[in-house]
């Protein structure tokens, strides 16, 4: 269980690193903007995680930012913001599965479901944001 959730950590933090990295090179402000917001929810919700293993008793390390945000920061020169936050929106996705299934079967505290709840209500926002910049060509 805890490899799962350092995991749901990890690719929180990462998500969070990749939307403010997009966010140093956009030039719409509007978009901008809401990167830098998304990239502090993602944070938000990375702690969410790191808390909850400590007080597992789960040793949580330091975040190290991975190769990956520069390929899509290449990803997003060559092929633009359109096709960008598709894969974003993918991945998005791939989360609200993953939580809503853990929000199933995990042993969790009334006030740990309702924090992961809101945290699922946030990525189906997050996957909403990114199907409209995904429809918007730039
Ligand atoms: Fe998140």
Do not use: C
Not at 54 to 79: A, C, N
Not at 97 to 106: C, D, G, N, S
Request: charged share 40%.
């Amino acid at each position: 269980m805890s490899k799962e959730i350092i995991n749901y950590y990890i690719d929180e933090m990462k998500d969070s690193t990749l939307y403010k990295s997009l966010a140093e090179i956009e030039n719409d402000e509007n978009v901008r903007e809401e990167l830098l917001k998304l990239s502090s929810m993602e944070k938000e919700h990375a702690y969410f995680w790191k808390d909850f293993l400590e007080r597992k008793g789960v040793k949580v390390e330091e975040f190290k930012p991975s190769l990956t945000i520069g390929l899509y920061k290449l990803l997003r020169k060559i092929f633009g913001l359109a096709f960008t936050s598709k894969v974003m929106e993918m991945g998005e996705a791939k989360t609200i599965r993953e939580y809503y299934e853990f929000y199933r079967k995990a042993d969790l505290s009334e006030e740990e479901k309702e924090k992961l709840k809101q945290i699922i209500e946030d990525e189906l926002l997050h996957e909403d944001i990114f199907h409209k910049m995904s429809s918007s060509e730039k």
